[in-house]
């Protein structure tokens, strides 16, 4: 607006002929026609009638937000926006998600000098059959009452919607809450259940507290209890400062709208850091300014250690989401050693409470109650609890909330004879034995004393353990011919690329179709051929097209259907015919398996009407096969909004935390964890009448769900026993077990690491050329590495970033590769630090070789590697 203004002040001090004309020409070709009509007719009534529909457009935002999916209206709305805008709004789809871009929509609307885009964005609502077209009048009458409304400073209706919609568990927390179609006319807070009073009571006399309590009962609006309840008890002059750890990022983010919408209405300020936003926000303001402050936990981690944040004493409530977490070497921990260090240290600060929130707080390898005790004491000692609250004296009524699912162990058929397995098998065997015919010639290595692991079978997890083994000895193997050694890594890293692949595929064979395994294969060898093609490869590639034939026509023969899928099939019908409204989260083992069963499901006409949505991780960022957050968060939103979206295909990623929709079906398929993944994934089963199955050809897995049982009934047990205990009694156990783990931390973090001055090369991991000398590379910021030799830039090859982004002072512009054509492995990115264009690289690209004795060594990061590391120095660059 700034610049408009300036704009204009410079137009009207214009002098020469035509300017007026010249300036509407260009409002007019720049797309802005309504303002055009209006300046040439000096007739601005139309575009100040558009103020009431933009002050509605404002205030129906957040559930805009949410319901929208802006690229379904675009293409009805275009004519109302400039073009440019419209672009905008389709990248921001694709790059930050559906509501990033329905934000950018609302934006750009407010903007819209078009007369008629009240109307279009009506028909195009309608069109699209949106709820949201039962808010957006434009008829006069209707229009009147909403703006009366709009004058009432109280009505915040629209906001409880997002409530119930970003948390579902709270549908059910009110006797009065309102379908999500009607819209109230007053705020009325949620009422909390007595249960959800006697969970949140020991917190909110002070106490540390663990509140462990089935999923689906509402923990999130128990810590919602607690929190206000903390911030309305301080004194005046006193502030408190609220932190709520999230583990995962979509609990991150749903966990931030819950928290926002709840506060924000009540005159605290929310604000939310994680990982993707850490890079441009301060840690230090973000919490210096806000009331409460969402974090995924290794942000504070990071602060804590640079000393951005001084200590844990600026808060004084600490909420652990998925609290069980807390162990090891998990950030959860790390903030809990600052924590109890300055408790233990007897530091004048005073700490913040602690409360944890878990559906189970496990029991470790507990095989009795007495064990499970010691393990449950030593929990509540990393988070300093005294306190572990279940539900006691209002059971009946968690129960009536809370069904837990029937559940059904059934054994399913494999099949008899299988002969892809037979011929990938044999295309395993002979890859093997090339790779190990390499070393024949050398004599002194076998493949097989490369790698510790034993009695791999094809088609194993423990086969994919054995792969990786062999590919991080292959990185760090020696010979004194530098040319031999990397013509024999190279040779190795490819053979256990494709065993990789196959091992994959057999995998796919074993839980879903033939023909999804061979299409898996065609997809890989399709790719293969696309990018560099050397000799090995092509003689994999012959190998594998030699077979494909066979391959395809056994995928084809309908004796070759796999038995598994048909028992799936019959549940699914039998559970869709009993109940029509049936939702379903099918849970499975890897990624490729989702694509799998998703295409089986969207092929088999007996199926296809479930539409299924999937859910997985995000994967290392080098995987394509990774969801984004976005896409995470979208998958979420069509499963809770989406009639016609009957079942969601999940890996782990949705077991713990995130909020589905009330499902009434959860199949676990070949899929069991520990106790803790047993008791989150049926507690995602919420509806009453719901059912879990457990579908495995393996007894061995029924066995250990059986444990898993077990397990959790000692947990209950021990949890009892530990609430009858003598409060003095059971804060001396904690503290001696504390005193104990940090007389352990302390004499384990005694042992610095010596700086290794000694200069050493870089090779590529993968063909092992040198890369450069560690006394060239520098630290940008602490922890980005860039090596400042001017040769090094012959040794890479860079290609455009496909995702060029800014992070603080960095502006990502492309990757780069080994220059070695036959090569090309990923070295890292090229970026824009400031006014110097530098590469990038990451150490687990390379390997670093000793220049005296040539002993190789692999890190994963660079942390661990000990050398000595020198601060990029501006004026270094500029001679």
Not at 360 to 379: F, H, M, P, Q, R
Not at 405 to 421: A, C, G, L, N, Y
Not at 491 to 511: G, M, P, Q, V
Not at 619 to 632: C, D, I
Request: aromatic share 8%.
């Amino acid at each position: 607006m700034e610049a408009a203004s300036l704009f204009l002040r410079f137009l009207l001090e214009l002098q020469e002929e035509g300017w007026f004309r010249g300036f509407l020409d260009a409002l007019d070709q720049a797309g802005y026609s309504g303002l055009y009509e209006a300046i040439e007719s000096w007739d601005f009534q139309k575009i100040e009638k558009l103020e009431e529909y933009r002050l509605l457009l404002k205030r129906l935002q957040p559930e805009f937000k949410i319901t929208i999916n802006p690229k379904d209206i675009l293409p009805e709305i275009a004519e109302c926006l400039i073009n440019e805008e419209c672009e905008e709004i389709t990248q921001i789809c694709s790059n930050k998600g559906l509501m990033a871009g329905a934000e950018k929509m609302v934006e750009c609307l407010l903007r819209s000098d078009k007369e008629n885009w009240p109307k279009t964005l009506k028909l195009a609502l309608e069109k699209e059959e949106s709820k949201f077209s039962e808010l957006w009048m434009v008829e006069k009458g209707a229009k009147d009452v909403e703006m009366k409304d709009l004058e009432d400073d109280e009505m915040k209706t629209l906001h409880v919607q997002i409530f119930y919609k970003e948390e579902p568990e709270n549908q059910n927390l009110s006797q009065n809450s309102c379908p999500s179609s009607e819209v109230p006319h007053t705020y009325s807070p949620l009422k909390p259940r007595n249960y959800q009073l006697e969970l949140a009571l020991p917190a909110q006399k002070g106490k540390n507290t663990i509140i462990c309590a089935p999923t689906g009962c509402g923990k999130t609006f128990v810590s919602l209890l607690i929190c206000e309840h903390h911030l309305k008890s301080f004194p005046q002059r006193q502030k408190a400062k609220v932190v709520f750890f999230a583990n995962q990022l979509p609990v991150y983010e749903q966990q931030k709208s819950v928290f926002s919408t709840h506060f924000e209405r009540l005159g605290y300020k929310v604000a939310g850091i994680c990982g993707a936003t850490s890079d441009i926000v301060s840690v230090e303001q973000v919490v210096e300014n806000n009331d409460i402050i969402i974090l995924t936990p290794q942000i504070l981690v990071n602060s804590l250690k640079s000393g951005t944040v001084p200590s844990l004493s600026v808060f004084t409530l600490m909420i652990f989401d998925e609290c069980h977490n807390t162990s090891k070497h998990h950030p959860y921990n790390m903030i809990m050693f600052n924590y109890l260090d300055e408790k233990l240290g007897e530091s004048s600060n005073s700490l913040p409470q602690v409360v944890g929130l878990t559906a189970s707080v496990g029991v470790g390898d507990a095989k009795n109650t007495v064990e499970a005790t010691e393990y449950i004491c030593k929990l509540c000692a990393s988070l300093d609890i005294s306190v572990v609250a279940t539900v006691k004296d209002h059971l009946e009524e968690l129960e009536e909330i809370v069904y837990k699912p029937q559940k059904i162990s059934r054994k399913v058929q494999s099949r008899t004879t299988d002969r892809f397995k037979s011929i990938i098998s044999q295309l395993m065997t002979e890859t093997e034995s090339l790779a190990k015919s390499i070393f024949e010639e050398l004599g002194t290595v076998t493949l097989e004393n490369l790698s510790q692991i034993q009695n791999r079978n094809f088609g194993t997890q423990r086969y994919e353990q054995w792969i990786i083994a062999i590919q991080k000895a292959c990185m760090v193997f020696q010979m004194p011919d530098k040319d031999e050694e990397s013509r024999i890594c190279k040779a190795l890293f490819l053979y256990t690329s494709y065993l990789r692949k196959y091992n994959d595929a057999l995998i796919i064979n074993e839980h879903a179709r033939m023909k999804d395994a061979v299409d898996y294969l065609k997809d890989f060898f399709r790719n293969v051929r696309a990018a560099g093609f050397d000799e090995i490869e092509q003689d994999l590639t012959q190998r594998f097209e030699e077979k494909l034939q066979e391959l395809e026509s056994i995928s084809m023969d309908p004796s070759n259907e796999n038995p598994k899928l048909n028992d799936l099939c019959f549940i699914l019908q039998e559970e869709y015919h009993l109940n029509p409204e049936t939702r379903t989260i099918l849970f499975v083992k890897t990624r490729a398996l989702v694509d799998a069963l998703k295409k089986w499901i969207e092929e088999n006409p007996k199926l296809s009407f479930l539409k299924p949505g999937i859910l997985t991780g995000r994967g290392r960022t080098n995987q394509k096969t990774g969801m984004t957050l976005p896409a995470q968060k979208c998958a979420l939103d069509a499963f809770r909004t989406n009639g016609d979206n009957k079942i969601l295909i999940a890996t782990s990623v949705a077991d713990e935390g995130i909020d589905i929709a009330e499902c009434n079906l959860v199949i676990l398929y070949e899929y069991v964890g520990n106790v803790i993944k047993m008791i989150q994934t049926r507690g995602r089963g919420r509806a009453r009448g719901s059912k879990c199955f457990l579908l495995t050809s393996n007894a061995d897995v029924i066995e250990k769900e059986e444990i898993n049982i077990y397990k959790e009934k000692i947990m209950n047990e021990a949890i009892l026993s530990l609430q009858t205990w003598d409060e003095a009694v059971f804060k001396e156990k904690i503290l001696q077990i504390q005193i104990h783990e940090k007389f352990i931390r302390d004499n384990q973090g005694k042992a610095k690491p010596v700086l290794d001055k000694k200069n050493k090369k870089l090779l590529c991991r993968k063909c092992k050329t040198f890369a450069c000398y560690t006394a060239d590379i520098r630290v940008v910021e602490e922890c980005h590495f860039t090596v400042v030799e001017d040769s090094f830039r012959e040794r890479f090859v860079s290609k455009l970033h496909p995702r060029p982004k800014r992070f603080g002072s960095f502006e990502k512009k492309a990757k780069i590769f080994c220059a070695r054509e036959d090569c090309s492995y990923d070295w890292g990115i090229h970026v824009k630090y400031k006014v110097f264009e530098i590469p990038v690289i990451k150490i687990e690209s390379f390997v670093v070789e000793d220049v005296a004795t040539g002993a190789q060594t692999l890190y994963g990061k660079w942390k661990d590697f000990h050398f000595e590391k020198i601060p990029f120095d501006a004026a270094e660059m500029s001679t």
